[in-house]
């Protein structure tokens, strides 16, 4: 809870941010599909983006999730 915006009302959009990062990591994290795609291609999600999210998505959805999650991903190796 150390990053949740409640508890660092003083920089709460830097707050908010991480906060953010860190629930879409545990998302991915958290799933045995999403897991084992992370753990085969690591932060570049580019590479397999239709295992981790259906092809329900339009294409610009994933390029966007591409350009949020590959970034938010690279930095949970630095939390």
């Keep these: 809870m150390k990053w ?4 660092n ?3 709460k959009k830097a ?3 991480k906060f953010k990062q860190i629930s879409v ?4 994290l958290s799933d045995p599909q999403r897991r084992h795609a992370y753990d ?3 932060g ?3 590479v397999r983006l239709d295992v981790l999210f259906p092809s329900r998505l339009t ?3 994933k390029n966007g999730l591409k ?3 590959g970034g938010t991903l690279m930095e949970l190796k630095n939390i």
């Design 67 to 69: 350009r949020v999650l």
């Design 4 to 7: 949740h915006p409640v508890k």
């Design 40 to 42: 085969q291609h690591g």
């Design 59 to 61: 294409s610009e959805q």
């Design 15 to 17: 707050a908010e941010a």
């Design 9 to 11: 009302p003083l920089t």
């Design 25 to 28: 990591a545990y998302d991915v």
């Design 44 to 46: 570049d999600l580019r």
